[in-house]
């Protein structure tokens, strides 16, 4: 029993290496490319800042994720936005007038743009952490009466 337990711990710690598990969460509804495509961004994260620790390891999903989020949503807004522009085309040419945008597809648009920055702005929280983490190096005080710790 024990020798078992070690060996689905070794296989959960190579899932994590590996980045399945993080992919894992995330494709609840993709298939292999949408996996691909994380593991790639991933890849390309951790070449550029290699994870020291697990926390930074964890970090660089983290941004990776978040990254994914905003090229997704981004691509969801640009495919939304030139769709409109092909109804209000196809109006124009058809009616020889202009229809104003239905609100709907303004609201869409909107969400699909707030979701994008939301992203956005995790992926860039996320790159912050991680630089805060690698800049706050372990302090060593040997042989004081006082230290006195500011910001």
């Not at 337990?5 to 609840?28: F, P």
């Not at 983290?62 to 769709?83: K, R």
């Not at 303004?106 to 690698?134: F, G, N």
């Amino acid at each position: 029993m024990v020798a078992l337990w070690r060996d689905v711990k070794a296989a959960a710690r190579r899932e994590l290496a590996s980045g399945l598990r993080a992919a894992e969460a995330l494709g609840w509804e993709g298939g292999p490319w949408q996996r691909a495509r994380f593991l790639a961004i991933r890849d390309g994260f951790r070449a550029e800042t290699p994870p020291r620790t697990g926390i930074e390891s964890a970090l660089l999903d983290m941004a990776a994720e978040a990254f994914g989020d905003y090229l997704e949503w981004t691509e969801h807004l640009h495919m939304q936005a030139t769709s409109e522009v092909k109804v209000e085309q196809h109006d124009l040419d058809t009616h020889g007038e202009w229809r104003p945008a239905r609100l709907s597809m303004a609201d869409a648009m909107e969400q699909s743009a707030r979701m994008a920055e939301r992203a956005h702005l995790r992926m860039l929280r996320t790159v912050k952490a991680l630089s805060d983490l690698r800049r706050a190096g372990p302090v060593y005080v040997s042989r004081a009466r006082q230290v006195n710790v500011g910001q």
